[in-house]
Nanobody
């Protein structure tokens, strides 16, 4: 499965963006998916994730209430709607997917780097103050 993140750009504080994670060469409709970000000078951090069956979502505190992750299975795309963007949200955003494995729970959200099998190239989000 190849993943491609898109939708980044330069916006002012308070604006919104929607990132898309499109899959090719396979489907992510039955994968747990996470959005990660790497801010300037920082390591890659988990931002938001959705479970295999879409019943579970998880957000880090700094984006909770502003970001929403969702899936459109028929289009093989996972979105990250980002509202009220702030300068500290400036980062390269990556999407990642984990194929369902024996022993997994379908409602589980994965928050560790090593738990993801597939990674897309990032998309840059820059928020000016």
């Amino acid at each position: 499965v190849q993943l491609q993140a898109s939708g980044g750009g330069l916006v002012q504080a308070g604006a919104s963006l929607r990132l898309s994670c499109a899959a090719s060469g396979g489907t992510v409709s039955r994968h747990a998916v996470g959005w990660w970000r790497q801010r300037p000078g920082k390591g890659r951090e988990f931002a938001a994730g959705i479970s295999n069956d879409d019943t579970g979502t998880y957000y880090i505190n700094s984006v909770k209430g502003r970001f929403t992750i969702s899936r459109e299975s028929d289009k093989n795309v996972v979105y990250l709607q980002m509202n009220n963007l702030q300068p500290e949200d400036t980062a390269v955003y990556y999407c990642a997917a984990r194929a369902f494995q024996t022993g997994d729970y379908r409602n589980e959200v994965y928050i560790s780097l090593h738990e993801y099998s597939y990674w897309g190239q990032g998309t840059l989000v820059t928020v000016s103050s």
